[in-house]
């Protein structure tokens, strides 16, 4: 497995040069484009890394699964589904414009971010603080790691330059649909994007999620299975931007990347898979991650369909 992986990351390095790393964000765009790195972690606990597996880079957009595991933790399903839907849109993951035309007048998935920002306004917390610190500790207990951090000067760069979830988050507050201080959910929110791992912290959360909400090594039940798969099931309709449907077709795999260049993948009762490479393709996902994980579907026969 471990030459597989390594031969696997060998021939991608190469296609890493098709993308670009994101620079909507100032400090993203300090990324080497040409890392590409991989972690797999079986059920039984065996460890297989290739590349660049130990830089640390920001979640972004994969930290959107965890933040929904805790509102229907903290609200249940009912309250968080009469506040996000549960379609794909076929759109970028900052559009806006549905927000105005859709007759069901609310975010339609919790995977973009007009959806992620109502979905974190619904962590419970005395305050900003109480609310992300609750999120990281959860984050730490999921990828077996008490060290994982936020990026502070991320957090800052996208705190500052983030007019359009700014945007959304007002508009949001003018539907009803966050019920809170705007800034505040705002805050949490792109603290939980800068929060920083390597690929074996994402390979952890992917087989915690593989293993239906238990964290294989403890034993230890975090969820019910019934959650882990509404976030599976959002990771296979929304998790890859809107390429999700072809990354179906062609990888067949709960994932789901973020802008920082990460891919979280969770093979069901198999593995946990995290890839880094932040040359991003015109949709926001790792150009070469994509490719990683479809060689590795198609070898491992990894495809849940
Ligand atoms: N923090 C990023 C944003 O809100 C997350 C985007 C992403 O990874 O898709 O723009």
Do not use: W
Request: glycine fraction near 10%; charged fraction near 25%; include cysteine.
């Amino acid at each position: 497995m471990k030459d597989l992986l390594k031969g696997i990351i060998d021939k991608n390095i190469e296609v890493t040069e098709k993308g670009k790393v994101a620079d909507y964000i100032p400090a993203l765009a300090k990324a080497n484009p040409r890392d590409l790195g991989a972690c797999i972690i079986d059920m039984d606990g065996n460890i297989y890394t290739a590349g660049e597996y130990r830089k640390r880079f920001t979640i972004q957009s994969i930290s959107k699964t965890i933040a929904l595991m805790l509102a229907i933790m903290d609200n249940g399903e009912e309250e968080v589904f009469k506040k996000v839907g549960m379609e794909p849109t076929g759109d970028a993951f900052n559009s806006i414009y549905k927000l105005e035309v859709e007759e069901i007048a609310k975010p339609l998935n919790p995977m973009i971010n007009a959806g992620a920002i109502a979905v974190t306004s619904l962590i419970k917390g005395r305050d900003s603080k109480e609310k992300i610190d609750r999120l990281l500790s959860l984050f730490r207990k999921i990828s077996c790691n008490d060290n994982i951090v936020i990026n502070e000067e991320v957090y800052l760069s996208e705190k500052e330059t983030g007019n359009r979830n700014r945007a959304m988050g007002y508009l949001l507050k003018d539907m009803g649909i966050v019920d809170g201080n705007v800034e505040e959910a705002l805050d949490v929110y792109f603290k939980q994007c800068s929060i920083e791992m390597d690929c074996i912290d994402i390979a952890n959360m992917g087989l915690f999620l593989a293993n239906d909400g238990t964290i294989p090594k403890t034993g230890e039940v975090v969820v019910d299975e019934h959650i882990s798969r509404i976030i599976k099931t959002y990771m296979v309709t929304c998790g890859m931007y809107n390429s999700s449907g072809e990354f179906a077709i062609k990888v067949g795999i709960p994932a789901k990347s973020g802008v920082g260049g990460g891919i979280l993948a969770s093979v069901p009762h198999r593995m946990g898979i995290g890839i880094y490479g932040p040359a991003l393709d015109k949709r926001g996902n790792s150009v070469a991650g994509l490719r990683v994980l479809q060689s590795l579907s198609k070898q491992l026969d990894l495809s849940i369909f």
